[in-house]
């Protein structure tokens, strides 16, 4: 059940980054009160948490 759970926000992460990503290219795209930074941030950490990665700024973040 935690991994799903841990699948889960890893999947909100990525979309809520994509919709982020997405507004700095077309900025006619809603993105409510999404604050890029804190969702850049946050996206890292899971990903950080949940790979073999010791070093926080080698965690690849694809789009």
């Not at 919709?19 to 077309?26: F, K, M, R, W």
């Not at 409510?32 to 930074?37: A, E, K, V, Y």
């Amino acid at each position: 059940m935690e991994k799903n759970l841990a699948y889960d926000q890893r999947l909100k992460e990525r979309l809520a980054n994509r919709a982020v990503n997405e507004s700095n290219v077309n900025p006619e795209v809603a993105i409510g009160n999404l604050n890029p930074s804190v969702v850049i941030e946050r996206r890292r950490g899971l990903e950080w948490i949940i790979s073999d990665i010791d070093d926080w700024y080698d965690i690849d973040m694809p789009a």
